[in-house]
């Protein structure tokens, strides 16, 4: 049985990754809706890059399979893998979060082209709200009995 409290933090990320695979996979299929401020942009508002199809699915595929990570923690069939699941996903956000010192994350040099404003408002926060859940998951299991998600 899960603890309560860690049941809501895995219910939590496991929607938050099926919301943003499901965003991606409207727009790996073609959807349009919100992706002009979902890329780094210079200050002319030109994107950095214009991902394909194909990658965009691959990032919608990535994230479902992360959702399903938690899916599987929450049934009771956490794998053997779950704690070096938790590192790469809070090295991956938290990276995220600090940025690359230009176009995305806290230190970013361009803060007022769409994508900044976006990533300061909703991009970031998300990602260090990601961290601190997986920081959470993370130190539940070190300092549990068993060091394991499952009681």
Same mark, same amino acid.
């Given at each position: 049985?899960?603890?309560?409290?860690? &049941?809501?933090?895995?219910?939590?990320? &496991?929607?938050?990754?099926?919301?943003?695979?499901?965003?991606?996979?409207?727009?790996?299929?073609?959807?349009?809706?919100?992706?002009?401020?979902?890329?780094?942009?210079?200050?002319?508002?030109?994107?950095?890059?214009?991902?394909?199809?194909?990658?965009?699915?691959?990032?919608?595929?990535?994230?479902?399979?992360?959702?399903?990570?938690?899916?599987?923690?929450?049934?009771?069939?956490?794998?053997?893998?779950?704690? @070096?699941?938790?590192?790469?996903?809070?090295?991956?956000?938290?990276?995220?979060?600090?940025?690359?010192?230009?176009?995305?994350?806290?230190?970013?040099?361009?803060? @007022?082209?769409?994508?900044?404003?976006?990533?300061?408002? @909703?991009?970031?926060?998300?990602?260090?709200?990601?961290? !601190?859940?997986?920081?959470?998951?993370?130190?539940?299991?070190?300092?549990?009995?068993?060091?394991?998600? !499952?009681?």
């Amino acid at each position: 049985m899960i603890n309560t409290s860690i &049941l809501v933090l895995l219910i939590a990320l &496991l929607l938050i990754f099926l919301f943003l695979s499901l965003l991606h996979f409207y727009w790996g299929f073609g959807g349009r809706c919100g992706i002009e401020v979902a890329l780094p942009s210079r200050e002319d508002n030109i994107p950095l890059f214009r991902p394909g199809k194909l990658i965009t699915l691959l990032i919608a595929f990535v994230l479902l399979i992360c959702a399903g990570f938690f899916l599987l923690i929450i049934i009771g069939l956490a794998p053997e893998v779950t704690k @070096y699941f938790f590192w790469v996903i809070l090295i991956v956000f938290s990276s995220r979060v600090i940025g690359d010192f230009k176009f995305f994350g806290l230190f970013k040099k361009y803060k @007022y082209t769409r994508f900044a404003v976006n990533d300061s408002k @909703y991009y970031t926060p998300l990602s260090l709200v990601i961290t !601190i859940l997986v920081l959470l998951l993370i130190v539940w299991i070190i300092f549990s009995q068993d060091h394991n998600l !499952i009681s």
